[in-house]
Nanobody
Framework: DVQLQAFGGGLVRPGGSLRLSCVFS????????IGWYRQAPGQERDRVSCIRGSDGFTYYKNSVKGRFTISSDNAKNTVYLQMNNLTPDDTAVYFC???????????????WGQGTQVTVSS
């Protein structure tokens, strides 16, 4: 079974930073990609970023470019999302999911794990 767990969220002030981790199992990362999604109250699920295990290709939605960095530690089956210069608009529950990942964005295979809450507030 494919399992994923996101963690590392918390409360941070505007301009602050957090690093999220997605630990997964049941996947050969080299053959897939992992994406980060987020969902704020009353909002639709938002595609954030993804990274391919095969070649390290990354994608970012425009609003996080230059602020967020996605990376992976393949030996640990972990994908990270370093989030800098956070704003209240980044407040959401963040999820990771197996995805296809290309220059056009992220496309989930529909497998979700437990998310982690990120709250950006003064």
């Amino acid at each position: 079974d494919v399992q994923l767990q996101a963690f590392g969220g918390g409360l941070v002030r505007p301009g602050g930073s957090l690093r999220l981790s997605c630990v997964f199992s049941g996947l050969t990362f080299e053959d897939y990609a992992i994406g980060w999604y987020r969902q704020a109250p009353g909002q639709e699920r938002d595609r954030v970023s993804c990274i391919r295990g095969s070649d390290g290709f990354t994608y970012y939605k425009n609003s996080v470019k230059g602020r967020f960095t996605i990376s992976s530690d393949n030996a640990k089956n972990t994908v990270y999302l370093q989030m800098n210069n956070l704003t209240p608009d980044d407040t959401a529950v963040y999820f990771c999911s197996p995805v296809s990942c290309d220059v056009k964005g992220l496309y989930s295979y529909g497998i979700w794990g437990q998310g982690t809450q990120v709250t950006v507030s003064s």
